[in-house]
């Protein structure tokens, strides 16, 4: 741990700082004495903003650091009796205070050691440290260094790019950076260490335009354009804004940002790099490589040809750089073909641009390609998986070679194109979002690292081709989203139907502070996220996610937003809306008023989810403990809740693939409810049932919320610490010896199995409580109690016995299931997700244990059920993956995001299960007919496991709303036309 709060080199120099420091300290010499107690996140914050404008920064002095731990002053060759060293600033004592919580502020290279890079232990999280703070001091005008940089001494930049060009020397001879795992990782380091003094003409745009609209608002509007869509003739606007309009004291900034607008357009800019490059690898073998590239660029006869060769160069060069034979490629000739990569990059972005320019001119073929061109250009860069850009490339292949595609193909296939911003994006979130998400307790500056990354690469211009091919698609369709009056073609994806009105509102820290009628804009999609009247979401996390399921089923609209969109619905934060989302994709997000209320109230009233359990059907006599494989599925909502029911009709079928389980009935819990709420107060059962009555009359909804919060908490804390007595507990300990051979079980999950959920119009999914990998007999006890009282959190009682006629009627059954260690897991649905298409399977996987019910990044697949075929829809990017502790309980550790997952095999195994479940379950839909099924499953070794299977409930009345039926009415006519290929974008032929 000495890197996380030593500066210089070795423990020893770290000791003396501490010693000294403390010296000085208690004579008084320090003013920013360190706080007798950790400072929490608004005086890290405030700390970070006084660095900016403190003269030395997050440094108190100047001082030598040398090989042996000695630190000495600033006095000429200090360090050489000591074995040589480094003469830097000394962190102050608010810096130190901030990197014992673990944020790695104010780091100097110099004080790195190279070997810490490599090897078994590369210590990722401090380089995805370094890294996010080098991108804060470029887009934030040097940070917490912003002063600091004319602190004479203090940062001496001859060692910074020495020590970052020995980092990156070691990490590319090292075979495990060699892994296409970590490729954007070891770019994104040599695109942001000062190995070389260079920075892409981009990103300087980007920050020179940002830096100019802070200082002159009146800019605001140029920037904006610059960021979202550049091209060539922005130089020439910023001369024409200075000349006209500029602030006078501003005018070296907008002459320096016209200039760098030109070297961006450049032609010979990244030629010029690469002969650079080719110069400094004279004799090597790399030189005739980028000599070659450099020649026939420059001779390209025109951009389609430049945009051609750089994607074929782009990916040429990703395999020779992660080719591990070592002998093939000296490391510094890896890391200069690692710069040329990022030098066609800018190439690639700069060229699109222009042709994006001429997009509506040019026929939908040519456009195409570019598209393919740019997804190479993106795997070449590590955005993109070889797996991603197969499929993007097969699809793009079958439009180009088609004469006449049908409308609705062609629309179709552009709409799985514009998956690869989301793939890009959790590219970047695979390695940077923990980190990143740590960072903004003390700068929100940290979340603008991703977008800006994509924005400053060639998915920009991709986005902007694809935007003008899907907006004349889903004109010819009838398909066009709307935004507060002003179409657009591109930018949302509908995942869930659904027409809600609301506020729209930026989701809260905390869960507890969601609001029933809020339209939530978030950054991701989490499994605590209470009912809510709708999702605007960056990125998706799991399509199969609890809160996924549960959004589908009560018909909240739920839209995946790009990034490009933000900033118009920031200007709507605070204003009530209504979100309307189509079953054909259509959105539309518009200011509310009166001309809506005619909208609400033609909704056809008699479906809204209204929970019925089957009352009749309870038996809660039964209090023996039973054993799963001896419960049918017609035990579901009679004796144990469907949970139980239907893993023990998997297990009478598939022995072999459910670990042994045991389970306490309704009854027992019913039984504990007989006893009083307090000494000569009434039955538990009772008290609850008048509380219910009670709430029911009151009228104001906070009165009502707060009572009901009240009264569920003192609920919970009465079923948490009442003991279930010593029968109950001399049972459980002689049922878990039978059926796990011990009652200190080497790990059970206990889970939550009520009568109220998988009914007719409701699945309940992940409202209740599971308790994983329960270890040892009292923590069974304490889990039991746990998982009975979690039906009642304010979350749950809000999903669920809000929507019923009689809400006392909730009785939770016990789960308990032998802990299986997957090292995949996920969630099979026996249906297209998004087209209800039978003969296609939804198929979601993650590594570990439970990542895609918790709505991690998984890898999701579209799979046909005779032939085999697979679509790709995204791939498992989540960070890491969970897994059991020996001693009980989940522990998270890094995942590796292979680019395939699940293997043919694992895929062929889930396949034959959809075939034949289907046939042997007695799962009936409210409507008479079989539904599709979304099954839980693992992998151990190859071989299949169990753990769930329910029916797959959707709310059909967003499909059969008026309005939404009316927005999707105008498409169907056109769905059956044709594109022709030849011609160039248009609103109409």
Request: charged share 30%; hydrophobic share 40%.
């Amino acid at each position: 741990m000495s890197w996380l709060l030593s500066q210089g080199r070795g423990t020893r120099r770290f000791l003396a700082a501490v010693t000294i420091g403390l010296l000085l300290t208690v004579h008084g010499v320090h003013a920013d004495s360190i706080a007798p107690s950790p400072p929490d996140p608004a005086q890290m914050r405030a700390w970070v903003d006084d660095m900016k404008d403190a003269p030395r920064g997050p440094f108190k002095r100047i001082r030598w650091f040398c090989e042996d731990g000695t630190i000495l002053p600033p006095e000429p060759y200090a360090c050489r009796p000591h074995g040589g060293g480094v003469q830097h600033g000394e962190w102050s004592d608010r810096t130190v205070a901030i990197r014992e919580q673990g944020f790695l502020i104010a780091t100097l290279l110099a004080d790195l050691d190279a070997t810490d890079h490599i090897g078994d232990d590369p210590h990722l999280d401090e380089l995805r440290q370094v890294l996010l703070e080098r991108f804060l001091i470029r887009f934030d005008d040097g940070w917490i260094f912003r002063k600091a940089r004319y602190y004479r001494g203090a940062i001496q930049i001859e060692d910074e790019q020495r020590k970052a060009r020995e980092i990156l020397l070691a990490m590319v001879n090292d075979p495990d950076w060699l892994r296409s795992e970590r490729y954007l990782l070891l770019r994104e380091a040599v695109r942001l260490l000062p190995v070389n003094g260079d920075e892409p003409a981009a990103t300087r745009v980007r920050e020179l335009s940002t830096r100019i609209a802070e200082e002159d608002p009146g800019f605001q509007d140029l920037r904006v354009k610059i960021h979202g869509m550049p091209d060539a003739g922005d130089a020439q606007r910023v001369r024409r804004y200075a000349r006209d309009r500029g602030e006078v004291e501003l005018a070296d900034s907008y002459r320096q940002l016209a200039d760098e607008l030109d070297v961006l357009y450049e032609p010979q800019t990244a030629i010029r790099r690469l002969e650079r490059l080719a110069d400094e690898s004279r004799g090597r073998p790399l030189e005739p490589i980028l000599r070659e590239a450099a020649e026939r660029l420059d001779r390209a006869r025109d951009l389609d040809t430049r945009l051609e060769l750089t994607a074929e160069y782009a990916t040429a060069w990703r395999e020779r750089v992660l080719d591990e034979d070592q002998d093939r490629l000296h490391p510094a000739d890896r890391l200069r073909l690692l710069q040329a990569g990022l030098a066609l990059e800018q190439e690639a972005y700069a060229v699109a641009s222009r042709l994006a320019e001429a997009s509506k001119e040019a026929d939908r073929r040519r456009q195409l390609v570019w598209l393919a061109d740019l997804a190479a250009v993106l795997h070449g860069s590590g955005f993109l998986s070889a797996r991603q850009q197969e499929q993007v490339t097969r699809r793009i292949d079958g439009l180009v070679n088609a004469d006449e595609p049908r409308t609705d193909t062609w629309t179709a296939e552009l709409r799985y194109l514009s998956r690869v911003s989301q793939w890009a994006q959790r590219s970047m979130g695979y390695h940077f979002d923990p980190t990143v998400e740590r960072w903004s307790i003390i700068t929100n500056l940290a979340t603008h690292y991703i977008p800006d990354r994509l924005r400053d690469s060639p998915l920009l211009p991709y986005t902007r081709v694809l935007d003008t091919l899907l907006e004349d698609a889903n004109a010819r369709l009838g398909i066009r989203h709307e935004l507060f009056g002003e179409e657009t073609a591109a930018g949302l994806r509908a995942l869930n139907p659904g027409l809600r009105r609301g506020v729209l509102l930026e989701a809260p820290d905390d869960p507890g502070d969601f609001r029933e009628d809020g339209i939530y804009l978030m950054a991701s999609t989490t499994p605590d996220l209470p009912p809510v009247a709708g999702i605007l979401t960056r990125g998706e996390g799991s399509s199969l996610s609890h809160v996924q399921l549960l959004a589908r089923n009560l018909g909240i609209p739920n839209v995946v937003v790009d990034d490009a969109l933000m900033p118009r619905l920031d200007t709507h934060l605070g204003e009530r809306v209504v979100l309307a989302v189509t079953p054909r994709g259509r959105v539309q997000l518009a200011a509310d008023g009166p001309e809506w209320d005619k909208v609400f109230g033609a909704e056809p009233r008699g479906e809204d989810v209204v929970i019925r359990p089957d009352l009749d059907k309870l038996d809660l006599d039964t209090t023996e403990m039973l054993p799963l494989a001896g419960l049918r599925a017609s035990d579901s909502g009679r004796r144990v809740g469907p949970k139980a029911a239907n893993l023990g009709e998997l297990a009478h079928f598939y022995p072999e693939r459910v670990s042994p389980g045991m389970v306490v009935p309704f009854g027992v819990f019913r039984e504990l409810l007989d006893r009083p709420i307090e000494a000569g107060g009434p039955a538990v059962f009772d008290w609850m049932r008048g509380e219910y009555d009670r709430l029911a009359t009151i009228e104001d909804s906070e009165r009502r919320r707060e009572e009901t919060r009240e009264m569920l908490g003192r609920l919970r804390e009465w079923i948490t610490t009442t003991s279930p007595g010593q029968a109950f507990r001399a049972q459980l300990r002689s049922a878990l010896e039978e059926r796990f051979g011990s009652s200190h079980t080497p790990g059970v999950f206990v889970r939550s199995d009520t009568n109220v959920e998988d009914l007719p119009g409701f699945t309940g999914a992940g409202l209740n409580r599971t308790v994983a990998n329960v270890v040892g007999f009292e923590s069974i006890v304490d889990a039991i109690r746990t998982v009975w009282a979690s039906p009642f959190t304010e979350r749950a009682h809000a999903w669920r016995q809000a929507h019923m006629p009689d809400p006392e009627h909730v009785y939770p059954a016990v789960l308990l299931q032998q802990t299986v260690p997957a090292e995949k897991s996920g969630v099979l649905v026996t249906t297209d997700m998004e087209t209800g298409d039978r003969d296609w399977l939804t198929i979601a996987a993650n590594e570990g244990v439970g990542g895609v019910v918790d709505g991690q990044s998984a890898e999701e697949l579209r799979v046909h059920r005779r032939s085999g075929k697979i679509h790709l829809l995204a791939q498992a990017t989540a960070p890491t993956r969970t897994e059991p502790a020996p001693d009980g309980g989940m522990r998270r550790v890094p995942a590796s995001a292979p680019e395939e997952l699940l293997t043919p095999s694992e895929i062929d195994q889930l396949r034959r299960l959809a075939n034949d479940v289907e046939a042997r379950f007695p799962l009936v839909a409210d409507n008479g007919t079989p539904p599709p099924v979304d099954i839980e499953f693992g992998f151990v070794d190859g071989q299949l496991a169990l753990f769930q299977i329910r029916p797959l409930v959707e709310n059909r009345q967003a499909r059969r709303n008026l309005h939404l039926a009316e927005l999707d009415r105008k498409g169907k006519s056109r769905a059956d036309g044709v594109i022709n290929p030849d011609r160039p974008p248009r609103p109409a032929e």
